[in-house]
């Protein structure tokens, strides 16, 4: 007994000596499931800037961009990665969609990771290619209810957030036959096919889309929230519940997680500098600048962030399995 806790005290010890050099000379690696230059990446650069700062300017950041089977691999990734606050997951909704679509994930999206918690939220945009025959939401939707088979939707693999709001989205309008799904690395790429005029449409975050509406590159649509945007640019794109689709609502999250195991105090130094960095009025700009939503402390809890996720988990297991042929 005695032996045991003199191995606790050392433990602890040891802990806190991590803790007070954490993050030491080590860069901090942002683990990205997704492509470069796509909208997770985007809140993770912007997220490692501001976190830079708010950890006194002494800690380097990396991004690391993991992509593949829609964030699953990037995900295993951290969940097996040493637990030691160096390597944490900058995710999204796939953390909550990805149970209900893969028969064997690799890694458990609760019980694997200490949730540092969450860090915005995002709308989603319907878009097409420019020479998209449908210029309308209307003429969208009648082409889909008549030639669904002959048209494709890009998204960034199965359970991504692309890949939710598309098959959500033929589901609520209840086209007889799926489109043909096309899977990307991450709505960057899938977001060149579409300019390019290689795949028909897509569904994404605002984060990577309204520049592109902006430009004139893709067609726009619709928006997936409850409630239309408020910016200047995508106020007047109507929501697919003013266009008849009842209760539909779809907004992205994302959130930081460490792999299980990571010690408290330096859990709790990550979590201090993340409510630091959301704060910051240079990021809360450029996430506004691009529709999203940058969360207050409440939802950056790690204790309430990981109730969310669970919540979201059983929510969406329905919503999945109704879409059942969709789902591809
Ligand atoms: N927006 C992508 C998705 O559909 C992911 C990404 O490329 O960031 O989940």
Not at 85 to 108: C, D, E, F, N, V
Not at 253 to 277: E, F, I, M, R, S
Request: a positive charge; glycine letters at 8%; aromatic letters at 6%.
């Amino acid at each position: 007994m005695k032996r045991l806790l003199v191995l606790a005290a050392a433990a602890a010890a040891l802990f806190s000596a991590q803790a007070q050099t954490f993050p030491g000379s080590k860069p901090i690696t942002f683990v990205v499931p997704f492509a470069a230059g796509g909208p997770t990446d985007r809140v993770a650069r912007d997220l490692a800037e501001a976190m830079r700062k708010s950890m006194g300017g002494g800690a380097n950041f990396v991004v690391e961009n993991v992509n593949g089977a829609g964030g699953t691999i990037g995900a295993n990734k951290v969940a097996k990665a040493t637990p030691d606050g160096h390597t944490l997951l900058l995710h999204h909704i796939g953390m909550a969609s990805a149970p209900s679509l893969y028969r064997k994930l690799q890694y458990k999206p609760v019980e694997d990771f200490e949730y540092l918690g969450m860090i915005n939220e995002v709308p989603m945009t319907l878009i097409g290619k420019p020479q998209f025959v449908a210029n309308t939401y209307r003429d969208l939707e009648n082409t889909i209810r008549t030639d669904a088979a002959k048209l494709n939707i890009a998204h960034a693999g199965l359970g991504s957030a692309s890949h939710l709001c598309g098959l959500m989205w033929q589901a609520a309008v209840n086209a007889k036959e799926p489109m043909t799904t096309i899977p990307f690395g991450g709505t960057a790429p899938a977001m060149n096919a579409l300019v390019g005029g290689q795949v028909d449409m897509m569904c994404d975050q605002t984060t990577n889309t309204t520049g592109q509406i902006e430009a004139g590159r893709v067609k726009a649509y619709a928006v997936t929230t409850a409630k239309p945007l408020t910016s200047a640019l995508l106020k007047d794109l109507p929501t697919l519940q003013q266009m008849g689709l009842k209760n539909f609502n779809l907004t992205i999250w994302h959130g930081l997680y460490a792999p299980k195991g990571t010690p408290p105090a330096v859990l709790a130094q990550l979590n201090t500098a993340l409510k630091l960095a959301l704060k910051d009025p240079d990021f809360i700009k450029k996430q506004e600048g691009l529709g999203a939503v940058v969360v207050n402390d409440k939802r950056v809890d790690p204790a309430a962030h990981k109730a969310f996720v669970v919540a979201e988990i059983s929510k969406l297991k329905p919503v999945i399995e109704a879409a059942g042929k969709f789902a591809d």
